[in-house]
């Protein structure tokens, strides 16, 4: 499945699902229904994992009115590959209660040194920009669903 929501800044960029127009939307808006500039079709939350890097990691966890919960993981670790379908179920189930974010720790070693992740996978959960909830380890989505605040 290809990638239909990506992190700009402070901004989403949101492909529209009828007539694929990129659209960007402010972090803060996407609650509040956004409509696709070309078509107006209602735009629907991200409801697949976004890719965080160094650079847009503090925009998404502070700037989202959603939980965000962050998965630290690599590609060469094994476990972290067996929690990418469990990330995109539950990406897509709670869609517009939660942002699932995934961070490449070999590309962004800086935000994984600043939370002190030493194993991948490393699952937080973040609220308005603070750290609510941690998981070391791959998990079920009982699990994650675990994590959320209440
Ligand atoms: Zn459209």
Request: hydrophobic residues 35%; proline residues 11%.
């Amino acid at each position: 499945m290809a990638e239909n929501v990506r992190i700009d800044g402070e901004k989403l960029q949101v492909d529209c699902p009828e007539c694929g127009q990129t659209n960007a939307v402010p972090l803060e808006k996407i609650l509040h229904g956004p409509v696709c500039g070309s078509c107006q079709v209602k735009l629907p939350p991200p409801n697949r994992p976004i890719e965080v890097t160094d650079q847009t990691f503090d925009d998404l966890v502070r700037k989202s009115p959603l939980p965000v919960l962050v998965d630290f993981w690599a590609p060469w670790c094994g476990p972290c590959r067996m929690m990418g379908p469990t990330l995109e179920s539950f990406a897509g189930k709670k869609a517009g209660q939660v942002l699932v974010a995934k961070l490449n720790t070999d590309e962004s070693p800086a935000t994984q040194n600043r939370f002190g992740v030493q194993g991948i996978p490393t699952l937080i959960v973040f609220k308005n920009g603070r750290e609510t909830s941690r998981q070391v380890g791959a998990v079920s989505e009982q699990v994650l669903e675990g994590l959320l605040p209440p």
